[in-house]
């Protein structure tokens, strides 16, 4: 196990509502990534977070959104959610020790959302 | 659980057998390459990394090859095991960055 959490494991919403996903990293790591998976495909990035600030994004609108805490736990917001929103997501956390250097990437289990 | 890789590449090798998964990846300025294997329902999981100053970097029965020349990347599994049926990604990271980007995947089968 890699000792990253996210909730919930399923959630269905409908077009148009919005989302939180949740995500605990492991102890000590500093950086969070957050990444869309759409069935049959890999990981896509979507932004990270190093320090509670973003660290760089993917081709993402900007209704993606985030949030870092320093308790290692952190948020993917999902404004007017669309058909196309529905993919597995996941957290990864990882160890930073500059801004431009990150150690391995540790996935959670992802949080399977279904967009109706 | 999630049903990962409907639609990939497949590698069906004998249990006992090696096992070798190939992957391109595409820029030339990365510096740092994972694979990942991934099981139906869970995140991807870290097998063994490489970076580019490396050609191969060796773990517990599994090896990284790097060509940097023509940007290939392979993983070797020596005498494969039901329990390493998976889909297999590579990702690479641009130096500078802390963008992980994804290969497309291969679903690995084993059979007895």
Redesign the interface.
């Known amino acids: 196990e890699t000792g990253v959490t996210q909730s919930p494991t399923h959630l269905i919403k409908t077009r148009g509502q919005q989302v939180t996903l949740r995500c605990s990293s492991q102890s000590g790591h500093n950086t969070v990534s957050w990444y869309q998976q759409a069935l049959g495909q890999g990981p896509q990035f979507i932004f990270q977070y190093y320090r509670e600030e973003e660290n760089g994004r993917g081709n993402f609108p900007p209704r993606f959104s985030g949030l870092q805490f320093p308790n290692y736990s952190s948020e993917l917001n999902v404004n007017a959610l669309e058909l196309d929103d529905s993919a597995l997501y996941l957290c990864a956390s990882s160890s930073t020790t500059t801004p431009v250097f990150t150690d391995t990437q540790y996935f959670g289990p992802g949080t399977r959302l279904t967009v109706l | 659980g999630?049903?990962?890789?409907?639609?990939?590449p497949t590698l069906s090798v004998q249990e006992g057998d090696n096992s070798i998964i190939n992957c391109a990846y595409s820029n030339s300025a990365s510096d740092y390459f994972?694979w990942?294997k991934q099981e139906s329902?869970?995140?991807?999981?870290?097998i063994i990394?490489i970076r580019s100053n490396m050609d191969k970097r060796q773990g517990q029965r599994v090896t990284v090859l790097l060509n940097k020349t023509v940007k290939h990347l392979s993983l070797q599994i020596a005498a494969t095991q039901p329990g390493d049926s998976a889909v297999y990604?590579c990702?690479e990271?641009l130096g500078?960055?802390?963008?992980?980007?994804?290969?497309?995947?291969t679903r690995l089968q084993v059979f007895p």
């Open positions: 999630e049903s990962v890789g409907l639609h990939l994972i990942y329902g869970k995140g991807p999981q870290f990394d990604f990702a990271l500078g960055t802390d963008k992980l980007i994804f290969g497309t995947g």
